[in-house]
């Protein structure tokens, strides 16, 4: 987190006009929050009803889906308005 957090408060700070910058910030922190307690309930579920290591394969599992997304997302996505230029 302390790789991440200085790099996504800057693209909240960039991105939201200034005279809610403080509105986007509580809105992102409110996002995050709720993600992290959604994470944790459902951990602490798996790790209960399943075992600990089932928490640990579910984990594993999440990431390997996300790192497949992006990888999808970036083969598949259009190419930026920038680089469709041709000056």
Known sequence: MG???GLLATMV???????LRGTAYGFFNLVGGLAMLFASVLAGL???TVGSAATFYAG???CIA???LLAARRFYA???AAARRSD
């Open 3 to 5: 790789m991440t957090q």
């Open 13 to 19: 700070a960039d991105t939201a006009p200034d005279d």
């Open 46 to 48: 798996l790790w209960e």
């Open 60 to 62: 594993a599992a999440l």
């Open 66 to 68: 996300a790192l497949v």
């Open 78 to 80: 259009p190419a930026p």
